[in-house]
């Protein structure tokens, strides 16, 4: 199992990224899939899921309504377009086999998102 996210920088507040991560070694349409995010000196923070078929995304209600889960069953990525961005959303983003009621069991390296003026 691999899975390597892209997409994260230096953006300032108000601005949008679009997270995505590539996903080889399993089936990836028979898992739900996450996005978790660990700020600086804090704990790990769940920020989203999504289903295997690709429906509706659940979010942390701290970014709800800012945030849009995505994924591409054909092309095995998962993706998380992330607007209006906040200072307090910097973070290391990994992208997790698994929904936030099952078990995270693969992760990835992790990408970097810093909020900054």
């Known amino acids: 199992v691999q899975l390597v996210e892209s997409g994260g920088d230096l953006v300032q507040p108000g601005g949008s990224l679009r997270l995505s991560c590539a996903a080889s070694?399993?089936?990836?349409?028979?898992?739900?899939m996450s996005w978790v995010r660990q700020a600086p000196g804090k704990g790990l923070e769940w920020v989203s899921d999504?289903?295997?078929?690709?429906?509706?995304?659940y979010y942390a209600a701290s970014v709800k309504g800012r945030f849009t889960i995505s994924r591409d069953n054909a092309k095995n990525t998962l993706n998380l377009q992330m607007n209006s961005l906040k200072p307090e959303d910097t973070a290391l983003y990994y992208c997790?086999?698994?929904?936030?009621?099952?078990?995270?069991?693969?992760w990835g390296q992790g990408t970097q998102v810093t909020v900054s003026s």
């Open positions: 999504i289903n295997s078929g690709g429906g509706s995304g």
């Open positions: 070694g399993f089936t990836f349409s028979n898992y739900y």
């Open positions: 997790v086999r698994g929904g936030v009621y099952d078990e995270f069991d693969y």
